[in-house]
């Protein structure tokens, strides 16, 4: 039961183009969203998230859309550079009790940025 | 550096023995969690503690796995009597908040 699906494993773009990096999602109980990077032979690292409260939160260059009525985020990189080409991995998680910050992750979508 | 370490980082066993990992996570993080990576996917949950209670277990960790985290700071990921599926990366996060921090992994090859 793959509740975070990732549906594009891999995305190439132009250094200085947009990249757009997207995610759906299918339990209606989360309500915290989060993209981290990864490289490899390293531990994912924390890019900018979300809650569901907002339908937007933006960091420099990198930006994250929520459209809950479509279970949907996306992850907006621009201008992308080629020290951005790693893999980036959505996550999800629904707040409150035990459960509380236990991260639900997508399989992955490797972006390569061509210089 | 004040980051999450695991240790060993490459670990190589034959089928049916027995691995302990190591996580040191940040210092003032009362929230550390353990995480599963296989190829081609993402990180899945394992188990989590705070402080040094163990709060929650995913249904992936089978008998043969047990952490534990005795002073509610390091903690190890023991598995027992270990399989050729268990062969994977085995990520550390830790955090104060819905942040977490990961550390670099410990490779686990089941030969």
């Known amino acids: 039961d793959q509740q975070v699906k990732q549906n594009s494993p891999s995305l190439s773009v132009q250094e200085g183009r947009i990249s757009i990096l997207n995610c759906d999602y299918t339990n209606s109980m989360f309500d915290y969203f989060l993209w981290y990077k990864k490289y490899p032979a390293e531990g994912p690292t924390f890019l900018i998230s979300i809650s569901s409260i907002k339908d937007k939160n933006e960091d420099g260059r990198f930006t994250v859309f929520l459209n809950k009525s479509a279970k949907h985020l996306s992850l907006h990189i621009v201008p992308s550079q080629p020290g951005d080409s790693a893999v980036y991995f959505c996550a999800a998680t629904a707040g409150g009790g035990t459960s509380y910050g236990k991260l639900t992750f997508g399989q992955g979508t490797i972006l390569t940025v061509h210089p | 550096d004040t980051g999450v370490s695991q240790d060993p980082r490459h670990k190589i066993t034959k089928r049916g023995q027995n691995v302990t990992f190591r996580c040191d996570p940040i210092?003032?993080?009362?929230?550390l969690y353990w995480y599963r990576q296989t190829l081609g996917q993402g990180p899945e949950f394992l188990t989590y503690?705070?402080?040094?209670?163990?709060?929650?277990k995913s249904r992936l960790l089978s008998d043969r796995f047990s952490a534990e985290r005795p002073k509610g700071s390091f903690s190890t990921l023991e598995i027992q009597r270990t399989e050729q599926g268990d062969s994977a990366m085995y990520l550390c996060a830790s955090s104060l908040g819905t942040r977490q921090f990961f550390g670099p992994g410990t490779r686990l090859t089941v030969l």
């Open positions: 210092s003032e993080h009362n929230r």
């Open positions: 503690f705070q402080n040094e209670a163990q709060l929650e």
